[in-house]
């Protein structure tokens, strides 16, 4: 037993989902010859300690569905239920720095996205606030709530989830209608009051002297403690501890490319997005999507950035389309698939900016706090035009239209040099720069000419393309990374291989509305420069002027540029794409997560400077966006004729 669950039962005795999609794992685990432990249950001491001895009862698993049934010999009508996840041993501080950083001068980041990027999360670390998230993996009801037992050595406030701040008690009490599921936000000022302990908290019914109770939890691998007391005293009745014994499959899509092994992998991919559905009824971004899997804090995090859930519902389009997908592995039938998909179109939908007196009319909400046309443009190109094909439901035009609208009058108004990369809604404000990974927004212009036939699209297409490559294309043919308004100019290039993979998507699109332009041969100056820099195993850096070493290997970027060579060789027809595109693809299937963590499987870890984007750097963490876009390079590779099913 690890010392943390210890002293949580040490605590309690010391004070006065729905069954999972994934059956198939089950039903495997009978017929698969060699199998493999998952997540390793306690010891066996512990186990009969805390089992077998006084005051304990035992929890019954079925799948994500656990209960128990306990004799209560007290004169009470209630008792309080307790629940406490493995998962909260140790609650993550938003600048932990990672074992797996390099060892080198600057560990953490050496300057990888900008300067002074550092000196930030040192003066964060020296301040006497810190950001910790503690974990809800269990599926709460709407009459629980989250207990935070505090250790506290002085005044201070505390702000949970962005709720605002209250002052810092020994138990503090979330509501359930300001929680979330996994992974939770908690600031802490002063950093001195600390926690000691974080669970989730419901009353029970006594009945017949006995206490029957159900919960569902959030991952296959649940463990931790339950406790019941008394609820006007808070008087120990009981505990039981909780493990997992369970076996997972041994899993293997095989070597090599083949059909076969594609089609495997696009299965698993989908598996592994679909579970990364936000599930809280209440949520404002219920439906949608987890950005990231942490493996090290076995949480997700992150489930506002609506843009990257565009990616998701093509990819589930095309797995429903497609023949040999396994439904076994997916957990859903083809049609369901494609029910997912149109659920993301919806929720993305409603995120549409509609109120005329806002600054971000006409846009998408694509984050918490902001709204951007190119971000908005993205899931046009990469969701709602392809649910459009399978539906044709004219809301995504419609709403596409709006988006397009927004974005010529934001070139109107700053002269077609520049547009604001987004509208903070916190700050009421338009952000004075603009990004090279506005590109972004080209693919959803391009789709709806595609779709339309409207000259309006094509203009607007042709308009951004020109405005961005004014802005930001240098002598070489790279791009600088950012554009700043006041100053008219943009900074230097810094090499990002996936941002500059999001260039190549833009132009390659841009492309195919206008031949004439030339945007294909700037794509091809783009490709051929990373093709030059990739690995002996078909990966990518995370940035191409600098070694994995220090920056990382960017599956963000590889399982990105995979499907970019194979449509770049679909234009040109030089086999030279194809071969670098298929040998990337293979990297991907290589890395492929089948290991003994449920959650991440089907998934491709990152383990880099970008790991969760803008924090958790060098963490393993799996980016549903970076599967995403594998299950997508490899649906492009399928399209080819060299891979079609005979």
């Known amino acids: 037993m690890t010392d943390e669950i210890q002293d949580v039962l040490n605590f309690l005795k010391t004070m006065a989902y729905k069954e999972s999609r994934r059956h198939f794992i089950k039903k495997s685990a009978v017929a698969t010859a060699g199998l493999s432990l998952g997540i390793s249950t306690l010891s066996v001491a512990c186990r009969d300690k805390v089992l077998g001895g006084e005051n304990t009862f035992k929890v019954i698993r079925n799948g994500r569905s656990l209960s128990f049934k306990l004799p209560v010999n007290l004169d009470i009508s209630q008792v309080e239920v307790r629940l406490f996840s493995k998962a909260n041993e140790y609650i993550f501080e938003y600048d932990d720095v990672s074992p797996n950083a390099p060892k080198v001068q600057n560990e953490q980041t050496k300057d990888v996205w900008m300067a002074g990027f550092d000196e930030q999360a040192d003066i964060r670390r020296n301040s006497g606030r810190e950001q910790r998230f503690p974990t809800v993996d269990i599926a709460m009801n709407p009459d629980m709530e989250a207990i935070i037992e505090m250790n506290v050595k002085e005044q201070g406030i505390y702000d949970f989830n962005d709720t605002g701040e209250n002052p810092v008690a020994a138990e503090i009490r979330i509501p359930y209608e300001k929680v979330e599921y996994w992974g939770n936000s908690l600031i802490l000022d002063p950093k001195t009051n600390s926690i000691a302990h974080f669970y989730l908290s419901t009353k029970v019914e006594v009945a ?202 934001l070139m109107d108004e700053h002269d077609d040099v520049w547009i604001p990369q987004a509208y903070e809604f916190h700050k009421k404000e338009w952000k004075t720069i603009m990004s090279f990974e506005s590109s972004m927004g080209l693919p959803g212009l391009a789709a709806l000419y595609f779709e339309t036939g409207d000259d309006y699209f094509k203009k607007t297409t042709i308009r951004l393309a020109d405005l961005l490559i004014r802005a930001f294309e240098k002598e070489d043919g790279m791009w600088g990374v950012f554009f700043y308004g006041d100053k008219k100019k943009s900074g230097p290039v810094n090499y990002w291989t996936k941002a500059f993979g999001y260039i190549a998507d833009g132009l390659i699109e841009a492309h195919r509305v206008a031949p004439e332009q030339g945007y294909l041969k700037k794509v091809q100056v783009i490709a051929d420069a990373i093709m030059e820099t990739q690995a002996a195993d078909g990966s990518f850096s995370v940035r191409f002027d600098r070694d994995p070493e220090f920056v990382g290997v960017g599956e963000k970027a590889t399982t990105l540029w995979a499907g970019l060579y194979i449509r770049i060789y679909k234009l040109t027809g030089d086999k030279k794409y194809y071969d670098v595109g298929m040998k990337t693809l293979e990297w991907c299937m290589d890395n492929q997560y089948f290991g003994e963590d449920p959650a991440a499987r089907g998934g491709i870890i990152s383990r880099s400077w970008p790991s969760g984007i803008n924090f958790r750097h060098w963490f393993d963490v799996v980016v549903t966006y970076s599967v995403s876009f594998f299950g997508n390079s490899l649906a492009e590779a399928l399209s080819l004729d060299e891979w079609k099913k005979p």
């Not at 014994?245 to 490319?257: H, Q």
């Not at 219920?286 to 899997?293: D, I, Q, R, T, W």
């Open 208 to 409: 017949d002297s006995k206490v029957s109770y159900q919960f569902d939890v959030l991952r296959d691998d649940w463990v931790g403690a339950v406790s019941i007391h008394q609820v006007d005293t808070g008087e120990f009745i009981a505990s039981a501890e909780v493990t997992w014994d369970g076996t997972l499959p041994k899993v293997s899509t095989g070597s090599g490319v083949s059909r076969e092994r594609m089609v495997a992998a696009l299965s698993w991919a989908t598996h592994y997005v679909l579970d990364c559905e936000d599930t809280k009824s209440d949520s404002a971004t219920k439906g949608g999507e987890y950005l990231l899997y942490d493996l090290s804090a076995k949480t997700r995090l992150r489930p506002a950035w609506a843009w990257a859930w565009g990616p998701s519902a093509k990819m589930f389009l095309e797995a429903a389309a497609l023949d040999g997908v396994d439904t076994e592995v997916t957990g859903l039938s083809q049609e369901a698939l494609k029910q997912r998909a149109i659920e993301i179109g919806n929720i993305t939908l409603d995120r549409l900016v509609t109120d005329p007196s806002s600054p971000a009319y006409g846009i998408v909400k694509t984050s918490a706090t902001e709204a951007s046309t190119v971000d908005a443009l993205f899931l046009v190109g990469w969701g709602w035009m392809p649910l459009y094909r399978a539906t044709g439901d004219q809301r995504y035009i419609d709403a596409g239209r709006k988006v397009a609208e927004k974005l010529n009058l």
